[in-house]
């Protein structure tokens, strides 16, 4: 059966009230929702940490126009990021965690507690061991987002999604296609993670505070050693 709907003018002068019209409409629906679940999930995989840290840490270090510095911070932060996603796959894997991002608060308390010191440690050994400045510095402020999530625990669970992703952008900074591409891509991920239901709002924009505060940090004390 049809129902007039007297809104949308002559063209439009009925609307389909029957179940086969209704059950179109939830399938169209549900079909929407999944594919915005899906595009949230691709979004949070490409701005994984593990991802854009690597990334970015080339690009900021191509500006040094020293091949072996380029070359020793895509090893370092490769090799973390890999070090960090092997371990959160064994957790998942033995059934220890829910989901690989360790999104869960008791997932998150154990994989900062062991996180953030490591990055701190091998940010003082790097540094007295006289390399580029700005490697030890990347990896301490990473280690420092990491232990401040890990202390505002009890108050939010800050999305280090969204922390990795805006430090990202001022970590690339002055690249200016860099950080125009990763600021957008902050805005994306930070949306996915709210869509699939790891963080809220307050979360994400506690991951956003850390995230631009380190990258401050790093943009003032890299000026420092390079003047």
């Known amino acids: 059966s049809f129902k007039p709907n007297l809104l949308r003018g002559p063209a439009y ?34 701005g ?15 500006g040094t126009r020293d091949n072996s510095t380029t070359v020793m911070a895509l090893l370092l932060a490769s090799t973390t990021a890999a ?30 507690r062991i996180l953030g010191p490591s990055l701190l440690a091998i940010a003082g050994i790097l540094q007295i061991a ?15 987002i990491v232990v401040a999530a890990h202390l505002l625990r009890r108050l939010s669970k ?16 002055p690249n200016l296609v860099a950080s125009v591409g990763l600021g957008p891509l902050t805005a994306l991920v930070a949306w996915s993670r709210l869509r699939l239901e ?17 990258g401050l940090i790093f943009q003032v004390v890299i000026r420092y050693f390079d003047a």
């Open 198 to 214: 790891r963080h809220t709002g307050s979360d994400v924009m506690y991951g956003l505070i850390l995230g631009i505060s380190a």
């Open 158 to 173: 800050p999305s280090l999604h969204v922390a990795f992703a805006s430090f990202a952008t001022l970590l690339v900074w």
């Open 83 to 112: 070090g960090i996603m092997f371990y959160s796959f064994v957790k998942k894997r033995r059934g220890d965690w829910a989901h690989i991002d360790a999104s869960a608060k008791s997932e998150r308390v154990e994989l900062t």
């Open 48 to 62: 994984h940490p593990a991802v854009l840290m690597p990334a970015a840490s080339l690009i900021a270090s191509s």
């Open 13 to 46: 002068a009925v609307t389909c009230t029957t179940s086969p019209c209704r059950y179109a409409g939830r399938l169209n629906s549900g079909v929407r929702r999944q594919m915005s679940n899906y595009a949230a999930r691709l979004i949070s995989i490409f």
């Open 130 to 144: 006289d390399l580029h400045p700005g490697i030890s510095i990347v990896l301490g402020l990473c280690g420092g």
